[in-house]
């Protein structure tokens, strides 16, 4: 069993991150090999994980776990959810000593944590994340949150997990749509700060799409470096890790304005919200237009969700700006943005009016 580890410093905490196939057939061992003494756990999983994949887990605990199931999505990702959890830990008397597993995608994860935080002011977090997306993303880093109808992730902490498990066998069950949404977070990545990353996956895109060995791997390990390097440096996203919000203002306004319908998910609203941070990049004479040039290629040879007159029109103006207004990243009535420069290199610290947005974003849905 080959494992590839990676190691996250934060200030507080240090724990590791493991990258294999079929870790999840010795969990127990892994866990002991890692300095965790799991006496006591609740498994949270997303019923959309596939049953064999669960049965295998409870195997290599011989059966002796906890387990409760949650439907993950956007609209599940609230305080009712977390309460549901807490009420479990508090019934069964877990101490902050005991441990809560996440199993599923991004959504889990953030919502198992969150739940962890909060449980006598924190118990010990174990995630597991089975999605491309949440295991080159939400994974790592410690940000935990919920949803209100203010917007997404607008209650939160940042609660840093004692050991990650990425399973890259969950991967061969996802649907293409997922494997996108998983993508999109690698290649902004890539864009943000290594342009030799991005040229590698401009190659091999339709390798790594197809989860083609060792191209696959090589993504993800090099994805989950870039995000390691930003949070040890800046946990609490107080400087450099708000680069990692690049797209996420206009990928988070879009899906509340689509009020978290499955039509368009957490992945797919990303990337067309990094498409409308380039436009309005290119746009404002931030970003040149060589490497424009090159990302939206790359975004169309691949056949990306490219298009945002498909989900929106100018009716959905008003809502877009206002979600975009709430936004938590905001410290003013100015609507703060993640801008490119240039492939590998950010800019941070752009607050612009609400009107600019307006003017940008008519533009975008008639033009």
Do not use: W
């Not at 100018?314 to 979600?323: A, E, G, H, S």
């Amino acid at each position: 069993m080959k494992i590839i580890k990676l190691k996250v410093k934060t200030e507080k905490d240090s724990y590791p991150i493991l990258i294999g196939k079929n870790l999840i057939t010795n969990l127990p061992k892994l866990f002991k090999e890692n300095s965790i003494n799991l006496k006591r756990c609740l498994i949270v999983i997303d019923k959309n994980v596939p049953n064999k994949f669960v049965t295998k887990i409870k195997k290599s605990f011989n059966n002796k776990v906890n387990i409760f199931y949650i439907f993950a999505n956007e609209k599940n990702k609230n305080q009712k959810t977390v309460n549901s959890i807490l009420e479990i830990l508090l019934k069964k008397n877990f101490s902050r000593e005991d441990y809560l597993i996440a199993l599923g995608g991004g959504i889990t994860g953030d919502i198992v944590g969150y739940a962890a935080s909060q449980f006598k002011r924190g118990l010990h977090f174990i995630n597991i994340p089975t999605t491309l997306l949440s295991q080159v993303d939400s994974a790592i880093g410690g940000k935990t949150g919920i949803n209100t109808k203010y917007g997404k992730n607008m209650i939160g902490s940042f609660y840093q997990p004692k050991i990650v498990i990425s399973d890259s066998i969950f991967l061969s069950t996802l649907p293409k749509r997922e494997i996108i949404c998983g993508y999109g977070e690698i290649l902004k990545h890539s864009i943000i700060l290594n342009k030799k990353f991005f040229n590698f996956l401009d190659k091999k895109v339709d390798a790594i799409l197809n989860l083609q060995s060792p191209y696959i791997e090589k993504a993800i390990f090099e994805s989950c470096k870039i995000k390691k390097k930003v949070v040890e440096q800046d946990e609490k996203e107080k400087s450099l890790r708000k680069i990692l919000n690049f797209g996420h203002t206009f990928g988070h306004a879009f899906e509340a304005t689509l009020k978290y319908s499955s039509r368009l998910n957490h992945g797919e609203a990303v990337l067309l919200g990094m498409k409308t941070a380039l436009n309005f990049s290119f746009k404002k004479n931030f970003l040149n237009k060589k490497d424009y040039l090159s990302i939206i290629g790359h975004l169309r040879n691949s056949k990306f969700p490219f298009n945002l007159k498909t989900y929106f029109s100018l009716k959905d103006l008003n809502k877009i700006i206002i979600f975009m207004t709430k936004d938590k990243k905001n410290n003013s009535n100015k609507i703060n943005l993640v801008l490119l420069k240039n492939i590998g290199r950010t800019l941070i610290g752009n607050n612009f009016k609400k009107k600019d947005l307006e003017i940008f974003m008519k533009r975008e849905l008639t033009n």
